[in-house]
């Protein structure tokens, strides 16, 4: 007999080093577990979205399941169903 586990899907911090402006700042949940390839989707999408030049960096973190702002994002989706 097998017994599916559901599987949590990491949780990636997001921060957005602007030139022009405040710094931009989220957490995620995206299916790849790969730190290279999510961070390349998202520098793709950050210079897609904003004009040449007005990037300064970004940054991507995994977040652990067990870490003060996932349990935070969990309950309070727990909390809205």
């Known amino acids: ?3 599916k586990t559901p599987v949590r899907l990491p949780y990636f911090k997001i921060t957005i080093w602007l030139k022009t ?3 931009k700042r ?5 299916e790849v577990w790969n730190i290279d390839v999510v961070f390349n989707m998202i520098k793709n999408k950050v210079n897609s ?3 040449d030049g007005q ?5 991507v973190y ?5 870490s003060t702002e996932v349990k935070k994002i969990i309950h309070i989706k727990n909390r809205n169903n």
Do not use: N, T
Request: net charge positive.
């Open 1 to 3: 007999m097998i017994f």
């Open 21 to 23: 402006g405040p710094v």
């Open 26 to 30: 989220g957490i995620r949940r995206i």
């Open 49 to 51: 979205h904003y004009r």
């Open 55 to 59: 990037v300064k960096d970004v940054d």
């Open 62 to 66: 995994m977040l652990s399941k067990h």
